[in-house]
């Protein structure tokens, strides 16, 4: 009889992988021949380019929609707005359709197809002459031609149609990444913690390339060049995720998640009036080995949302729509749980909705040049990326290793403390923001600038600080999200987990539209001003704005320590580090044993 483990003649552990992932025509497939640092190379590489396709495009779509469209500052920002709303919401529905029919591999390359088919148009929209509006010297002026109707339908058509390619890319390319990995082998799940470093240093690579030189080619080259090159960056990005299929794991679809959240809330709401019983042995669950042999992980019952645990109390029939398991309740709980986490963060992804609308406009009416060359504004961003990359080093390296000694928290403090430091960092970066705006604004009057909006003799880096705040605020914030969302989430829907951070961004990228054009006619009807927000920036009040989002990020504080205290985590990130320590201190110990043992065989069907 043939045993599912053995080592090769080399020493390298052959066993098949036992988290329920397969080859592509669905077999078991071994551990040494797949996954691992061995596929996810080629992941990480497609997430260098990719992310350098897509921020090479956002970042400075802002400035092209007004100096090219002719789109006032109102209208530019909650187009960029809203169009990155829409990115970050159609994961919903990529993460959907990859648990549902087709499994993250195929979703993802049938999206990669949509998402190159749009960026390829947007290339052209931006290259071909009879697609834009003619050239206006003062693009902010009343007498310029806007677009046609049909020059819009082509532009926004491609950056939808690239809206909705993102959609099955975004949730599915980091899960296949963590799907490498798996969660029954100590050692490959040790691979999987450092496995999301790495990811997002790829995502800060590709961004930090988009925000230097794609964009200074945007400004200084032409538009056409500086979206050709993304284009071709994608192109490149899937060759190269096609070029590693041979090494993926893969995981079958297990049916929509929403699918089976909703069967725990109506069957719950049909037995509402059904005594929940006190053992809960006595509910509803499959047999332990129905779990094990689908690599799935089975739940025990929680007393908190005590009212779906109704959904699992047996009665005479077996139909899903009346009757769950308890592993089903819980992963709905886990799900639910989260919700008012999610919505806390709203705020916080409305404040980062700025970077690539009014702090880039700022950027335009500042002095910019050092000697020749000339700063593109948009380019301030990379200093986000950069003050990421550093904070996130000085908190593993020395932060994480200070608190460690007061908590005695294996990671210094959790997951939900990461971020409530996080949306502390975004009252201030708004305090910050608004009292360089109102020097900015005094240096206009001083200068009679006011009423023409020409360029301030004022440099663009007094702009630096909330910037490079805005990375801190991330490095705490953005990153314990990702790391929440994902580690909360039940093993079946990781999927949605990870989409839930993208909602968060797509929801703030909304909430700035509405506020901002909000804001615009409020002020402009009801105030003394004409206005806290004008095309002409040196005659706005950006500085009552963003004080107006200090206090929201004060009150959204508030609310986020209220809902973090009552939550409860699905299982303490320290407990999981220090039972995977010990489970890599078994396995290593096993291991050698294994090693051991094999030498004596040798040894004695020598000596035999």
């Known amino acids: 009889m043939a045993t599912s483990q053995h080592v090769d003649e080399n020493g390298h552990d052959d066993e098949y992988t036992k988290d329920g992932t397969v080859d592509l025509k669905g077999n078991p497939i071994l551990r040494s021949k797949t996954g691992g640092w061995k596929a996810c190379s080629f992941i990480v590489v497609y997430e260098v380019f990719e992310r350098m396709a897509y921020y090479g495009i956002s970042s400075n779509l802002v400035i092209y929609l007004t100096e090219k469209l002719h789109q006032g500052t109102v209208k530019s920002s909650n187009n960029v707005t809203n169009w990155m709303g829409t990115i970050w919401m159609t994961p919903i529905l990529g993460a959907y359709f990859a648990d549902a029919f087709l499994g993250r591999y195929w979703t993802f390359l049938i999206a990669c197809g949509i998402y190159f088919l749009g960026m390829s148009l947007l290339t052209l929209a931006v290259s071909i002459h009879g697609l834009k509006p003619p050239p206006c010297a003062n693009p902010t002026a009343t007498d310029c031609k806007k ?55 790829s995502i800060f690579l590709g961004t930090l390339f988009a925000n230097t030189v794609l964009v200074y080619i945007q400004d200084n080259v032409g538009w056409s060049l500086g979206y050709g090159l993304p284009t071709l960056g994608l192109a490149i990005s899937i060759m190269i995720f096609l070029a590693g299929s041979a090494f993926y794991r893969h995981k079958k679809p297990r049916g929509s998640p929403f699918t089976r959240m909703a069967r725990v809330i109506i069957a719950a ?44 109390v047996k009665v005479d029939t077996t139909d899903p729509w009346m009757l769950c398991s308890v592993t089903q309740v819980e ?10 986490i999610l919505v806390a963060t709203f705020i916080p992804s409305t404040m980062i909705a700025q970077i690539n609308t009014l702090f880039v406009k700022q950027g335009t009416t500042l002095k910019r040049n050092i000697g020749n060359f000339s700063i593109p504004p948009a380019s301030l961003g990379a200093f986000v990326t950069i003050s990421l990359l550093v904070s996130v080093v000085l908190y593993d390296r020395f932060f994480m290793k200070l608190v460690k000694r007061l908590t005695k928290n294996p990671r210094g403090i959790n997951i939900l403390q990461r971020m409530g430091i996080g949306m502390a960092f975004h009252i201030v970066i708004m305090l910050v923001a608004s009292f360089v705006e109102r020097h900015r604004l005094s240096v206009a009057r001083d200068h009679g600038l006011v009423e023409s909006g020409k360029q301030l003799p004022l440099s663009i880096f007094i702009l630096l600080p909330q910037f490079i705040l805005m990375g801190t605020a991330d490095a705490f914030l953005e990153v314990a999200k990702i790391e929440f969302f994902y580690d909360q989430a039940p093993e079946g829907m990781k999927s949605l987990g990870t989409s839930y951070s993208m909602t968060s961004l797509g929801v703030g990228n909304f909430i700035s539209s509405f506020l901002l054009s909000t804001v615009s006619d409020i002020t402009k009807k009801h105030g003394n001003h004409r206005g806290w927000i004008l095309n002409n920036l040196n005659a706005s009040h950006l500085d009552y704005y963003y004080a107006f989002f200090a206090i929201l990020n004060l009150l959204n504080f508030i609310f986020f320590l209220f809902v973090s205290k009552f939550y409860v985590y699905k299982a303490e990130v320290s407990d999981s580090l220090a039972v995977l320590r010990q489970e890599l201190e078994i396995g290593s110990k096993h291991r050698v044993t294994n090693s051991q043992e094999a030498t004596t065989n040798t040894q004695v069907n020598g000596s035999t």
Request: glycine share 6%.
């Open 147 to 201: 677009a046609s109707t049909l020059q819009l339908a082509v532009f926004f058509g491609a950056l939808y149609t690239l809206a909705v390619g993102t959609g099955g890319t975004k949730p599915n390319i980091s899960t296949i990444g963590a799907d490498q990995f798996d969660e029954f082998h100590p050692k490959e799940k040790s691979q999987k913690l450092s496995f999301f470093n790495w990811w997002m240093f």
């Open 269 to 312: 709401l049909r037995k509402w009036n059904v005594q929940v019983p006190s053992d809960p042995k006595e509910l509803y669950e499959l047999d332990l080995g129905e779990y094990t042999k689908n690599g799935k992980v089975r739940i025990d019952s929680t007393p908190t949302l005590r009212f779906l645990n109704k959904a699992c």
């Open 331 to 340: 992963e709905t709980k886990q799900m639910l749980r989260m919700i008012p």
